[in-house]
Every structure is written in C-alpha cells, then in structure tokens.
C-alpha cells in the first residue's frame, strides 16, 4: 500500500477518470445512470483480467441451497388450516434432511430454518455466497379460480403466458412486506407488467441445466404423490434473477382448491412431495457428474484437435448490461460470459492472433482498457495456454 502515491498510480487514476468522463459525454447518458456507468467501469479497471481458469469445479455436486418461501410477516398464500410460509417449510426441511442423510457429503444450506422473513435478494446472496451448485425455491400456489390445481416447476426467464406471469407477480409481491425494497430493487413494480421487461434481456447461463432438474421434479411428483401436472415453465423470479447457478422454483400445488388444501396438509402429503424433490435431486446430481466425468475423457482423448478462439474483453460488471444499450452501439458479435458471479463482454472471434490484435487496437478507441482472452474447446483459459497449444499443432 506503500506505493500508493507513486506517479504510475497516479497517472492510471487520471486516465480512469478521463475515460469514464469521454464516455460519459459520448453517451448523454441522465443523472441517474451515472452511478452504475462508474460503478461498472471502476470494476472494469479493478478486476484482472482473468476470464481463466475460475470457473467452480464442474463435476461435482458439492452445495445445494433449499429456500423455504416467504416466512415472518409474510404468509405467502393464505390457508384455511395453515399458510404458504409454514406448508413450504415443513417441506423445505423434509427435503434436506433427507439429502444430507443420503449425501453425507453434500453441503445442504437452508435460507430460513424457522419463521422468519428473509428479503428475496438476501436468499440470492446466500447461495452465491457459498457458491451452490444447485438452488431450490419451495412454494405452494393460489388463485383466483378455486377449480386450478396441481404443481408447476418454473425457471428463470421471460413468461411465455399470463398465467405464467401472475404466477411470478404473486410471489414477487413479497419484496412489499421488506423495507426499502423500491430501492433494494431499484424500482421493481412486482404487480406492473412493465418491470418484467428486464427478465427478457437476461441471458441465462445455466437455463439447460435448470430444465433438467425442473423435470425431473415433475416427473417424480406425478410418480409420487396425488397432485396433477401442469409441467416446467417459465417466468421471472426476483429470487432466481440474482442467483447464479441452476435454480428452480417449485410449486407444489394450489391451497386456492379446497381438495389440494386438505391433501398439502397431510404429514403424509408433505412427506411425499419433499421425496419427490430429493428423487429429483439424486437423479439430477447423478446426472451431472457423469456428464462431468464424459466431458473429461474426451478431453484427454481429443487434446489434439482442441479449438481455440480469441476474444477481446471489454467490460465486466457484477450486473448485466444489456446487450442492445448504447454501451455496445456501433460493435457486432458482443457476447455475454457469465463467470464467477461476473459478467464479462467480449467483442471478436477468431483463432488468428493476429487478427484479434488488429481488433483490439480497433477497440481501443471506444473501450480503452480493452484486453484479449482466450477460449480452448470453449472453457476460458490463459492466453499463454492458449498461444502455446496453437504454436504446437
Ligand atoms: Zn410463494
């Protein structure tokens, strides 16, 4: 820290501040959003430049988080008998009891173990924490319409029907009893059809294998208990919106059907959608490391047809940028890497060094701490790595 005050530390400090200052004129941007652009470009200048060799251990499942719905002052959907808040628990706890009694190496971690409101965001950040590998949000359905039963498995993205997105206005509803939550999230209207225009301009990273996992739970509950299948959809969850791994949100029926009330109440009933979700989970992890394991020995075996690709990095931000702003304007193939927790753009791809030198000097002018990256058989690796296998071939 000593060498803080030296000249080169203030000389990188100055251009920082010049650059943000250009772009900030080039783009016209408003008041309000000068805020992110700093924050974006401090991170832009603070992070290395490391799309290498970070990526957690793909092949194995080492950390599931079970998040129980709501909880405290909010009661999810209201009962005759019990509340969303306290079926979904009593489920939530079934099911990891039983995966840490089958996988005694699997680390379960709980968003709320007793009756307690946890902001949305908050349960986002416990599982980014602890860098889980799976995360699974537990709840029980209402509606309007007394006649509508059964479970939906849902995952992250953009409604694809009104039901859908009602579905995801109800449970986003519970931003409304935590305090500050205009703020927390950043004017988010969960009952105006507008604020869901966000969720379209997400990429979503682990979509595949969220499907997966989403039917394999409705595959076991059909199987395993009374309730119908209304199948694996999609819509946007402010408590999967920030969490980065594959996650789900189940929902294990409707409390709205007098039948389905009576049966979510049962011991019984409890018992066996909390199996089902395990089954769901033991297949889904089994399933993910054998995959894990094929991808390994066909890299071994391949290593001689390995491809590789350049890039040029030019931003990272904990947020993602849309891919159609300003920020971008003017440049084709921008692609979005989503890794560790970070967002990373790059722009260019080629396997010809050369080439991807010239595009870098060209992007210099509009992104000047610009860098270039490198991609073997698509995984992120050092850009010595990468040089050094192409120069052997
Ligand atoms: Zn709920």
Same mark, same amino acid.
């Given at each position: ?25 080039k783009l ?9 652009l ?14 290498n ?5 793909k092949?194995h ?8 719905g709501h ?21 939530a ?24 409101l ?20 537990i ?14 498995t849902?995952?992250?993205g ?38 869901y ?7 979503n990273?682990y979509?595949?294998?969220?499907l ?18 209304r ?5 946007? @969850?402010? =408590? ?5 791994? %594959?996650?789900? #949100?189940?929902e $294990?029926?409707?409390?709205? +059907? ?5 049966y ?60 159609d ?32 030198q ?12 610009a @860098?270039? =990256? ?5 995984? %992120?690796?050092? #850009?010595?790595? $990468?040089?050094?296998?192409? +120069?052997?071939?």
């Amino acid at each position: 820290m000593l060498f803080l005050h030296n000249n080169n530390y203030k000389m990188i400090v100055k251009a920082n501040e010049n650059i943000i200052f250009n772009i900030m004129l080039k783009l016209k941007f408003h008041a309000k959003t000068y805020y992110p652009l700093i924050c974006l470009f401090i991170l832009f200048f603070l992070i290395p430049p490391d799309l290498n060799g970070q990526e957690r251990q793909k092949n194995h499942l080492k950390t599931v988080v079970i998040d129980a719905g709501h909880g405290g002052k909010d009661p999810g959907a209201c009962g005759n008998y019990k509340d969303e808040k306290d079926l979904v628990l009593s489920i939530a706890l079934k099911v990891g009891k039983h995966i840490e009694e089958n996988f005694p190496n699997v680390k379960v971690i709980y968003t709320r173990k007793t009756d307690t409101l946890i902001p949305l965001f908050e349960r986002a950040k416990i599982a980014n924490k602890n860098k889980a590998d799976l995360f699974i949000s537990i709840h029980v359905n209402a509606n309007g319409d007394s006649k509508i039963r059964g479970t939906e498995t849902y995952v992250m993205g953009l409604h694809k029907s009104k039901s859908n997105l009602e579905v995801a206005k109800q449970e986003n509803s519970a931003i409304l009893y935590e305090e500050d939550y205009s703020k927390t999230y950043q004017g988010f209207d969960p009952n105006s059809a507008e604020s869901y225009i966000i969720f379209s301009l997400m990429q979503n990273a682990y979509l595949k294998q969220s499907l997966n996992f989403a039917s394999y739970i409705q595959k076991n509950f059909n199987q395993n208990t009374n309730l119908k299948n209304r199948g694996v959809k999609q819509a946007g @969850f402010l =408590v999967l919106y920030k969490t980065s791994m %594959p996650r789900v #949100l189940v929902e $294990a029926g409707y409390l709205s +059907n007098p039948r389905e009330e009576k049966y979510l109440n049962k011991q019984e009933a409890q018992t066996n959608i909390a199996e089902s979700i395990y089954e769901a989970f033991r297949e889904y992890k089994q399933k993910v490391e054998s995959e894990s394991v094929m991808l390994t020995n066909q890299k071994d075996t391949s290593a001689a047809q390995d491809s590789i690709h350049f890039k040029v990095q030019v931003a990272a931000s904990s947020d993602p940028i849309p891919m159609d702003s300003d920020f971008f304007s003017g440049h084709e193939n921008v692609e979005e890497h989503h890794l560790s927790n970070q967002y990373k753009y790059t722009i260019g791809n080629t396997s010809n060094y050369e080439k991807i030198q010239q595009l870098k000097q060209k992007l210099k002018k509009d992104f000047p701490g610009a @860098f270039i =990256v490198a991609f073997v058989n698509n995984e %992120p690796v050092s #850009l010595d790595k $990468a040089l050094s296998i192409q +120069n052997n071939h």
